[in-house]
C-alpha cells in the first residue's frame, strides 16, 4: 500500500478518466457530453506529462551545471495531443450548433425521440409505397 | 535525393497540403480539380510505391532526414504499399464519381469545404498507412476522424447531424484508448518507433503495463474498426453522409483500421505475445463471428439501402478479424485479401447506390421498385456487387470466401467454416431483396421520369465492378501480395 | 478446329448469341434467328468436339487461375460430352418450340428471355466440360443465377415467391453445402481436378469421406433430392420451355450430373461402395423415387405433375450414383440423355396443350386426343419412353439401373425400380390415354392443333426418344467411356 502515495499521478488520471467517462455516459445534454469527453482527454494528458518528470531531474535546457533531465519527448507529443483534444471539442461543439438548429434541441432523448419519428414516417411512406404498388 | 525519393512522403501530403487549397477556392469547380490531381496523382503514388517495394523490399523514409528512432520514420512495407494502392485508388475513383453526387447533394457554397474534409481524411488514412511512428498513427488516426466527423455530418438528412455526434463521442474515446496504449507502450520502451518498439518489447512483455497498453490499443482500434460489439456508430454514420463519403468511408477507413490492428498486433507485439500470452484469437474470433451473423441479420430487415449495406459492412469486418483470428498464414493472408475485395465490392456497392441516389432522392427498397429498368447499368453493377458480397463466383468475394474457409478447415474448425458461409447466404437474403426490387417489382408511379445515371458516375462504377470480377478469376496480384504480405508479417517485425 | 480452340467456342457461341438477342431486340425475327442459329452451330461444334476428341489426350482450356494452383478449365471427359451433347442438341429445338410458345402466348420481355437462356446453356456447357469441380462450381452458380430470371418471367407475386425459394434453396444448398465439401477436399487433397478413380488417397479416414459425399449429395440441390426439392415445382412457374429444356434437361440434370462426376472422379467408384453411408443416400433416392411418384399421382396441375415425375427419375440417377457400381454409373450417366428426351418432349406437348387449348389440368384433358392427335401420340411416346417400354430409349438406362441395383445386391431397390415403373404407367400413361378414349366435355370448341415451330420441335425430340431405343450403342460407348 505503500506504493499509493508515490503513484498519486495514476490516481489523479484514473479518477479524472473515470469522472469524464461517466459525465459522457451518464449526461443527455450533448454540451455536457462534450465537457466531459474533454475532462476524459485531458486525463490522458496529465498521464504523460507526469511520464516524462524524471526523478531530480531539471528542465531540459542544455546547461554544462545540469546532469540529468526531465524527458521533453512526452510533452511535445502530448502537445499535439491537446491541438487534436481542441479540435475535437471544437468539432463537436459545431455539430451541437447545428443539431440545435435542425431539431431544435440538444437533449440526446428529445433528438432520438425525433429521429425515431423520421424513421417510422420513413417506414410508413416506403409501405404505403408498397401497398399502391398492389 | 530527386522527387521519386520522396514518394512515401507525397502520398501523404498531396492531399494534406491540397486541402486548404480548397478551402481557398471555396468554389465548387476548382475543389473538385485540386481533389482530383491530389488524389490521382496519390493513386500514381501509390502504384509506383507498390511496384516499388515488390522489387526492393521496404522503404524506410526519414522524416526531416532525422534517423530513426529518434526521427519520425516512414516505413512502407508491402503490406502498406497494397493498403495504400486501396485506399489511393478508391479515392481517385471517388473523386470522379463524387463532382455530380455532391453538386445534387450538398448546397453550392459548401461543396468546397466537403472535398476540403474528405482531402483530410484521406490523407490521414494514408498517412496512417505510410507511418513507422506509433504517435504518428494516432496523430492521423484523428486527422482523418475529426474530417470524417464534419463530412458525414453534410448529409441531407438531419440525422446525419445526430449520427456524426454520436461517431464523434466513440470515435475520440476510441482515439483516447490509443493514446493511452501508445502512452503505456512509450512508458516501458522509451521509443515510439514501431520496429524499435517491436525489438524492444519482449523484455518487458511480462508486465502488467504491457498487456495494459495492448488491450487499451485494441479496443481502440475495435472501435475505429467497428468491430462488433464496438460497431453502433457505424451504421447511421454510413447511412446519412453523402453518397460520396460514404463510398469513400466503407472502402477506406475501415480497412486502414484493419491494418492498423495488424501492424499492432503481429508488426509491434508479435504473433507470439498477441496470441499466445493474450487470449486474443479467442476474442477476436467469437467477436467476428457474432459481428457476421447478427449484422447480416439485421441487414436483411432494412428498408434503407445504404443502411443494409452499412450493416453489411459490420459483417464484413466480422470476416477480416476472423481471419486474422486463425493467426496462420492461410487466415491472415484471407483477412488482408479481403480488405482488398471488400474495398472493390462495397466501393461498386455504394457508389451504385450513389448513382441511385442522384436520381431518386433517398434510397429506400421500395423506392428503389422496377428501376432494373430505367437504370440498367447501375442497377446490373447493383447486383454484380452483391453478387461478390454473397461470394458467388467468379467475382472477387468468391476468392476471399474460399481462403476464409481454407484457413478455417486447415484448423478442423468446420463449425465456424459453416457459420461463415450462413453469413453468405444471410448476404443473399439482403442482396436478393434489392435485385427483386430493382426488377421484379412495380415501378413507382413517378419513376417513368427517372433516367440512367450520368456517365462521369457510371464510370467509376463500373471501373470497381469490373474490378469485381478481374480480381475473382485473375488473382495473381491481389492474392500474391496478400501473401507475400502476411509472409512478412507473421515472420515478425514489419 | 479441333482441341482447345473448340472449348473456347463452345462456351463463346452462346455468349455471342446472347449479346446478339440483345443487339437486335427491336426486330423479334432477327433475335430469334441468332438464336437457333447459334443453337445449331453449338451443337456442330460439340458433335465435332466428340467426333474427333482422343480420350487419352483431351484437350484442355485453362480459363483463368483465381485460387493458386487451382485453375479455371476445361476438360472433356466421357460424362461431359454425353451431357454436352444431349444440352447442345435440344438447345436448338427448343428455341424452335420457343418461337411458337412464346410468340403464341403473347410473352413479355422476351428479348430478356433469351438472353437469360442463351447465358444459361453456356453456363451448362461450362458444367459438362469442367474440369475440375471448382469449373464445375463456378459454372454451377452462374446457371443458378442465369436461370433466375426464368423462373420469375411472369414477375407476378406468384413468381418472385417461387424464384426466391428457387434460388434461396440452390444457391443455399450449394454454398452451404457443396462449396464447404470442395475447399475440405482442397485442403485434404491440394487437388480438385476430375481424376478417373479419385482423388482421395488411404489416408483420409472413411468417416471424412461419408461427411463429405453426404455435403455433395445435398450440395448439388439441382439434383432434387428430398428434401431440396421443392424448388423444382415452384420453377413451374416459368414459361413452358424453360421448364422444358432447363427444369428437365439442363439445370436439373446438371444437379445429377455433379453427382455423378464427384462420385465417379472424386470418390471413385470403388470408393462409394467401400462407404457406408452411400446406401443410405441410395435408399434416399429410393424414397425420393417413390415419393415424388406418389406425389405426382395426387397433382392434377400437369406441369405440376410432371415436376413431379422429374424429381423422381432424378432419384434414378443419384441411385445409380450411389450404387457402387459400373451398371448404376452407366445407367445413370445414359438416363441423363434418355430422360432428357422423354421428358422434354412431355413439357413440350404439356406448352403446345396450353397456348392451344389454353388447359393447364390433367383433368380437363377429356377427348383432346382428337383435336390435338399429333401432340398427345408424342406424349404417349415420351411417357412410355419414361416408363421404360420398349422400343423407346428410356429402356435401356432402366435396364442397367435395375441391373447395378442387382449387381450392388440391393434387392430393395430393385424393387423399387420396378414399383416406380408401375407408377409411371399409372400417372403419366394415363394421360393420353384419357386424351384418346374419353368423351370431350365440350363440342366444337375450335381447338386446334399447336404452333407449327412447336410441332417441330415435338417431333424431333419424339423420333429422338425412339432412335436412341435403336441407336443407343454410340451412346452406351459414350458412357462406358466413364468407368473405363
Known amino acids: ?134 | 535525393m530527386d522527387l521519386l525519393d520522396h514518394l512515401p512522403v507525397l502520398v501523404v501530403i498531396m492531399p494534406l497540403m491540397s486541402a486548404p487549397l480548397c478551402v481557398l477556392f471555396d468554389r465548387a469547380r476548382p475543389a473538385w480539380l485540386v481533389s482530383m490531381s491530389a488524389s490521382w496523382l496519390s493513386f500514381a503514388a501509390a502504384v509506383y510505391l507498390l511496384i516499388q517495394v515488390s522489387r526492393d523490399g521496404t522503404i524506410s523514409y526519414r522524416l526531416g532526414g532525422w534517423a530513426p528512432p529518434w526521427g519520425i520514420e516512414y516505413r512502407i512495407d508491402l503490406l502498406g504499399a497494397y493498403v495504400l494502392l486501396i485506399v489511393t485508388a478508391i479515392a481517385a475513383l471517388v473523386m470522379v464519381f463524387a463532382r455530380r453526387s455532391l453538386e445534387k447533394e450538398i448546397p453550392a457554397d459548401r461543396i468546397a469545404r466537403v472535398y476540403a474534409a474528405l482531402l483530410l481524411v484521406f490523407a490521414g488514412l494514408t498517412g496512417i498507412t505510410a507511418t513507422g511512428d506509433a504517435f504518428n498513427v494516432f496523430v492521423f488516426l484523428e486527422i482523418s476522424s475529426l474530417a470524417s466527423y464534419a463530412v458525414i455530418s453534410m448529409g441531407r438528412d438531419r440525422r446525419a447531424l445526430s449520427a456524426a455526434f454520436q461517431y464523434l463521442v466513440m470515435g475520440t474515446i476510441g482515439a483516447t484508448f490509443i493514446l493511452i496504449g501508445i502512452g503505456l507502450l512509450y512508458m516501458m520502451t522509451g521509443t515510439l518507433n514501431m520496429l524499435d518498439l517491436a525489438a524492444r518489447l519482449p523484455e518487458v512483455a511480462d508486465t502488467r503495463t504491457v498487456r495494459a497498453g495492448f488491450a487499451f490499443l485494441t479496443v481502440g482500434i475495435g472501435l475505429k474498426l467497428a468491430l462488433f460489439p464496438l460497431h453502433l456508430w457505424l451504421p447511421n454514420a454510413y447511412a446519412y453522409a453523402p453518397s460520396a463519403v460514404t463510398a469513400f468511408l466503407s472502402a477506406t477507413a475501415t480497412k486502414v483500421a484493419v491494418y492498423a490492428l495488424l501492424r499492432f498486433m503481429f508488426g509491434v507485439f508479435g504473433a507470439e505475445f498477441s496470441l499466445n500470452k493474450m487470449p486474443f484469437d479467442l476474442i477476436l474470433m467469437v467477436l467476428g463471428l457474432a459481428g457476421i451473423l447478427s449484422a447480416s441479420l439485421v441487414a436483411v430487415f432494412q428498408e434503407d439501402v445504404k443502411r443494409m449495406l452499412a450493416y453489411s459492412s459490420v459483417a464484413q469486418i466480422g470476416y477480416m478479424v476472423l481471419g486474422i483470428s486463425l493467426a496462420s498464414n492461410t487466415g491472415v493472408s484471407a483477412a488482408i485479401l479481403h480488405v482488398f475485395n471488400h474495398a472493390l465490392m462495397k466501393g461498386a456497392l455504394f457508389l451504385a447506390v450513389g448513382a441511385l441516389a442522384y436520381r431518386i432522392g433517398a434510397v429506400t427498397v421500395s423506392s428503389i421498385a422496377g428501376l432494373g429498368r430505367r437504370m440498367p447499368w447501375t442497377v446490373a453493377a447493383l447486383v454484380v456487387g452483391g453478387l461478390s458480397l454473397i461470394g458467388v463466383p467468379p467475382t472477387a468475394g468468391f476468392v476471399s470466401k474460399w481462403y476464409l474457409v481454407l484457413g478455417t478447415l486447415e484448423q478442423d474448425l468446420w463449425p465456424v467454416a459453416l457459420l461463415v458461409l450462413i453469413g453468405s447466404l444471410l448476404a443473399l437474403a439482403y442482396v436478393w431483396k434489392l435485385v427483386e426490387a430493382a426488377y421484379f417489382a412495380e415501378p413507382a408511379a413517378d419513376a417513368a421520369a427517372v433516367r440512367e445515371a450520368p456517365l462521369s458516375m457510371l464510370i467509376p462504377v463500373w471501373a470497381l465492378v469490373i474490378a469485381n470480377l478481374y480480381f475473382g478469376v485473375n488473382t495473381q496480384v491481389s492474392v500474391g501480395v496478400a501473401r507475400q504480405a502476411t509472409d512478412l508479417l507473421m515472420g515478425g517485425g514489419g | 478446329m479441333s482441341g482447345a480452340p473448340l472449348l473456347t467456342w463452345i462456351l463463346l457461341v452462346p455468349l455471342l448469341a446472347a449479346i446478339g438477342v440483345v443487339f437486335t431486340r427491336n426486330r423479334p425475327n432477327v433475335r430469334e434467328t441468332v438464336t437457333v442459329v447459334a443453337g445449331i452451330v453449338l451443337f456442330l461444334l460439340v458433335a465435332t468436339l466428340a467426333a474427333t476428341i482422343s480420350w487419352d489426350q483431351p484437350p484442355t482450356l485453362v480459363l483463368a487461375e483465381p485460387v493458386h494452383g487451382l485453375a479455371l478449365a476445361l476438360t472433356p471427359e466421357p460424362l461431359g460430352m454425353l451431357f454436352a451433347l444431349v444440352a447442345g442438341f435440344l438447345w436448338p429445338v427448343t428455341s424452335v418450340y420457343a418461337i411458337g410458345y412464346m410468340r403464341a402466348h403473347h410473352e413479355q420481355n422476351q428479348t430478356r428471355f433469351y438472353t437469360a437462356f442463351a447465358v444459361s446453356i453456356c453456363a451448362a456447357m461450362g458444367i459438362a466440360l469442367a474440369g475440375n469441380m471448382l469449373t464445375l462450381f463456378v459454372f454451377y452458380e452462374i446457371l443458378s443465377v442465369a436461370t433466375y430470371p426464368l423462373v420469375t418471367h411472369a414477375g407476378n407475386e406468384q413468381a418472385k415467391r417461387a424464384g426466391r425459394l428457387y434460388l434461396g434453396l440452390l444457391m443455399g444448398t450449394s454454398i452451404g453445402f457443396m462449396l464447404l465439401a470442395m475447399i475440405w477436399t482442397w485442403q485434404l487433397t491440394g487437388t480438385l481436378d476430375f481424376t478417373p478413380g479419385g482423388v482421395f488417397g488411404n489416408n483420409v479416414s472413411s468417416g471424412v469421406l461419408s461427411a463429405l459425399l453426404v455435403l455433395y449429395v445435398f450440395g448439388a440441390g439441382k439434383a432434387a433430392l428430398m428434401p431440396f426439392h421443392r424448388w423444382l415445382p415452384a420453377a413451374m412457374v416459368a414459361p413452358t420451355p424453360v421448364s422444358a429444356l432447363l427444369h428437365a434437361v439442363a439445370v436439373v440434370k446438371a444437379g445429377v450430373f455433379t453427382i455423378l462426376k464427384v462420385s465417379v472422379y472424386l470418390f471413385g467408384i470403388d470408393r462409394i461402395a467401400e462407404l457406408p453411408v452411400s446406401s443410405w443416400l441410395a435408399a434416399l433416392a429410393g424414397l425420393t423415387i417413390l415419393l415424388a411418384s406418389f406425389v405426382a399421382m395426387t397433382k392434377d396441375n400437369l406441369k405440376a405433375r410432371l415436376a413431379y415425375s422429374t424429381i423422381s427419375q432424378l432419384g434414378y440417377i443419384v441411385l445409380g450414383a450411389m450404387l457402387g457400381v459400373t451398371a448404376g454409373v452407366i445407367g445413370g450417366g445414359m438416363h441423363i440423355a434418355m430422360h432428357a428426351f422423354g421428358k422434354i418432349t412431355l413439357f413440350f406437348c404439356a406448352g403446345a396443350i396450353l397456348v392451344a387449348a389454353h388447359k393447364t389440368k390433367v383433368s380437363e384433358l377429356d377427348g383432346l386426343g382428337r383435336r390435338m392427335p399429333l401432340t398427345m401420340l408424342a406424349f404417349l411416346i415420351g411417357a412410355l419412353s419414361i416408363v421404360g417400354l420398349p422400343p423407346f430409349g428410356g429402356t435401356w438406362s432402366k435396364w442397367l439401373l435395375v441391373q447395378g441395383t442387382l449387381d450392388a445386391g440391393f434387392w430393395v431397390l430393385t424393387g423399387v425400380l420396378m414399383l416406380s415403373s408401375l407408377l409411371n404407367v399409372m400417372y403419366l400413361v394415363s394421360i393420353p390415354v384419357r386424351g384418346f378414349f374419353r368423351a370431350p366435355a365440350s363440342q366444337g370448341d375450335g381447338i386446334r392443333e399447336a404452333p407449327t415451330a412447336s410441332l417441330i420441335a415435338i417431333a424431333v425430340t419424339t423420333t429422338g426418344c425412339v432412335l436412341l431405343f435403336f441407336w443407343a450403342e454410340p451412346l452406351y460407348r459414350l458412357a462406358g467411356g466413364i468407368v473405363r
Open chain 1, 1 to 134: 500500500m505503500s506504493e499509493l502515495p508515490g503513484l498519486y499521478n495514476y490516481w489523479v488520471t484514473v479518477f479524472l478518466m473515470m469522472a469524464g467517462f461517466y459525465v459522457v455516459i451518464s449526461q443527455g445534454n450533448l454540451v455536457k457530453k462534450l465537457v466531459g469527453l474533454a475532462i476524459f482527454q485531458t486525463s490522458v494528458f496529465i498521464l504523460y506529462i507526469s511520464l516524462g518528470k524524471v526523478a531530480g531531474g531539471n528542465a531540459p535546457i542544455f546547461d554544462a551545471t545540469i546532469t540529468v533531465y526531465s524527458n521533453p519527448l512526452p510533452h511535445v507529443l502530448i502537445l499535439t495531443a491537446i491541438v487534436v483534444g481542441v479540435a475535437t471539442t471544437s468539432v463537436g461543439l459545431a455539430l451541437v450548433v447545428r443539431i440545435h438548429e435542425a431539431y431544435g434541441s440538444v437533449e440526446e432523448d428529445e433528438i432520438q425521440a425525433k429521429d425515431q419519428h423520421d424513421e417510422e414516417s420513413q417506414w410508413e411512406a416506403g409501405s404505403e409505397r408498397q401497398a399502391d404498388d398492389r
